[in-house]
């Protein structure tokens, strides 16, 4: 569900008609509903209700400090991957003890700025990163609380380039040899072992894979107890999915997901936590853009749009499916077009023979569920300026990113004084 509708054949983000917004900031722009963020997070913490649980956001998934700090002050954490998406969690208000470090390549320097500022836990995805992360816990005279990420080798089953949790991803210790590394951790200064840390991957639609992968963390959290090692904590990381159309049978429910955790956990009296990112975005979020042309090709009619790849990149580079749709709302004749942007590369296309009701230079169209993965992704390739983000809480808005001017863009470069 999302807040999305039309009112008056025009489409409204809550109470505010995207027109008015198009008007005030020009196109193309992302625009965040409120209430959908803050109905999808409190989904989440009903469905664990009544286990002991943290949801921690993850940021990767869409960062904008307003939005962080809309649900830090919800009670949600931050999953973040990196010391920038850390200093963004702080600037949200967010405090450390609600802020999840995962990620396979921290920096010393990350690792330090965490332990300074504070931190939930770590979430240790291999042998040198504990090392590591004990070297300089030490030398700062701190304890850093942990979790090691294990790697069940469940297949997942979506995209491949989202896969995480198979044994040939980059990501987290076989659990084959986690009791071992475990072993190693509980010697080693500065750390202190706090959970297990588990995650397969993103967008699943089907809740089989993460009940076999939690499985495994079960009878893994039994045998490290047997070890000696005091497990209170079960990171279950995210990667529920979302319906990326409305034609399509919808994922699992939250509340599904819930019981099955309880069904599978539940026996273990540990805190749950989990790093939703997709499904607490990405049903929150359109991209709005402007038709530019209307190209009559070999066979083909290609609406090009304002928007483009390095706008929303999901498309060329996972071949996903947005819902397209027009602002003003209408009864015309559908035509199939190639949605298309104008960005120098073939791959960049949004839709190819997508039935649309018929399109004119000018109108506006908005691309559905674009919350995640879709401005976090964006680039300035072409030199074409980072579209502006707006949040929407009932009828009023605010840009929450501006769009930088050419100036701007251009006096990050310097030219050297001996050329």
Known sequence: MDHFIYKDGKLHAEDVDLTEIARAVGTPFYVYSAATLTRHYKLFTEALSPLPHQVCFAIKSLSNIAVLKLLGDLGAGMDVVSGGEYRRALA??????????????????????????????????????????????????????????????????THEKIATGKSENKFGIPIAKARAVYALAATLPGIKVVGVDVHIGSQLTDLAPFEAAFQKVAELTLQLREDGHEITR????????????????????????????????????????IEPGRLISGNSGLLVSEVIYVKEGEGRTFLIVDAAMNDLVRPSMYGAHHDIVPVIESTADRQDYDVVGPVCETGDTFAKGRALARLE?????????????????ASEYNTRPLIPEVLVMGDQFAVIRQRPSFEEILNRDSIPSWL
């Open 361 to 377: 230079p000018g109108d506006l169209i908005a691309f559905r569920s674009a919350g995640a993965y879709g401005a976090v992704m």
């Open 234 to 273: 079960l990171d279950l990381g995210g990667g529920l999915g979302i319906p990326y159309t409305r034609s399509n049978e919808a994922p699992p429910l939250p509340t599904d997901y819930g019981a099955m955790v309880k069904r599978t956990l539940g026996h273990l009296n540990c805190e749950i936590e």
């Open 92 to 157: 949200a208000g967010v405090p450390g003890d609600r802020i999840v470090f995962s990620g396979v390549g921290k920096t010393r320097e990350e690792m330090r700025l965490a332990l300074t500022h504070g931190i939930r836990q770590f979430n240790v995805e291999s042998e040198p990163e504990l090392l590591a992360l004990s070297e300089v816990a030490s030398a700062m005279g701190a304890t850093a609380p942990i979790t090691l990420r294990v790697n069940p080798d469940v297949d997942a089953k």
